[in-house]
Each structure stands twice: as C-alpha cells, then as structure tokens.
C-alpha cells in the first residue's frame, strides 16, 4: 500500500462513524449483495447460499489480521462444509492483482469473491478488517465478529455449530 493510500485509510479511520441506512446487525436479514468471483467471470449473489449458514468474511491484501484469519477459514471450510456452513471470502482490495498476490502467499481453499466497488461492504457496514459475519439458514446475521485473533478461532466455530444444528 503507498503512503497516500495509508493515509486516507487513516483520515477516513478517524471521521466519527456515520449511521448507516440498512446497516447489517445481529437479528437483522443480510444484505443480498452482488459479487463477482476473482478467478472466472462468475457473479455471486449471497441469496444464492440461502439454506446454507454462511460465514461471510471481509479481507483485504494490506490487512495483517486477515492473513492470519485465513488459516482458520480453510479449516473451518473442510471440518463444517459437509454439515451446511458455506465460508464466502469477500475480498475488497480496488485492484484484482493484490488479491491474487495474497492469495498466492495465503491460498484459500473457500469460496473468494471481489467487492471492488465496496458496494456489499458499505451495505454490512464494514468497520474493521477483518469483519466476519455469521448468517443463519433464514439469512438472518446471528454474529458479528470485527478483526481476528487466533484464540477467538473456537469460539468462533462453536457458534458456527452451533447454527448448523439448528433446524430452518
């Protein structure tokens, strides 16, 4: 990231936080938002994977957490895939190649997609990198969880469990 790009992402860090006209909170419905796949010319839509719980993950190259974050997306991805979880990787770095250069250091073995325009972002009402959020089988966000440790890692996937055990 080049030092003007560094420092509008802190100017626009430290505005105070403006109310949002759909923000995506726990017990509200997920926004259906439109994304396009980082390899094919595929679109997504998160309506797509209704029936499925969906981890959605928000990540960018420049975003060290998010490094680490990957890790535990691919594990949960292979332990719960089978039982219904659906993990979506939206990736939101402007420029394709710095996605594919991280994951190239950091290969996803989940679903990748692009929100270049931030458009999705703006309508979960991003507020950290990473930002993850954890939807139900009736689309509904149960979880919001805002940057990633590694010791959050269980917890995490305790409640995506326990989502999955839940009947629709």
């Known amino acids: ?11 626009v860090l430290a505005l105070p936080p403006m109310p949002t006209l759909f923000a995506a909170e726990m017990g509200s419905k997920a926004p259906d938002c439109e994304l396009s796949s980082l390899k094919e010319m595929q679109s997504y839509h998160l309506q797509h994977f209704h029936g499925k719980v969906i981890y ?4 960018s190259s420049w975003c060290p957490p998010c490094a680490k ?3 535990f997306l691919n594990e949960l991805e292979h ?3 089978d039982k219904g979880l659906q993990v979506i990787g939206v990736n939101l770095d402007q420029a394709p190649e710095d996605a594919k250069t991280f994951l190239g ?3 996803a073995n989940f679903t990748v997609v692009a929100d270049a325009n931030g458009k999705c972002a703006t309508d ?3 507020k950290a ?4 959020y954890l939807i139900d089988r009736n689309g509904v ?4 969880h805002l940057g990633f440790r590694a010791e959050e890692a269980k917890e995490l996937k305790i409640l995506a469990e326990q989502l999955l055990a839940e009947q629709k």
């Open 105 to 107: 250091k950091y290969p």
């Open 79 to 81: 332990d719960l895939k």
């Open 124 to 126: 979960f009402d991003v």
């Open 56 to 59: 959605v993950d928000f990540w």
């Open 129 to 132: 990198m990473p930002a993850s």
């Open 141 to 144: 966000i149960r979880h919001v």
């Open 69 to 71: 974050s990957f890790p």
């Open 1 to 11: 990231m080049n030092q003007r790009t560094l420092i509008l992402l802190c100017a």
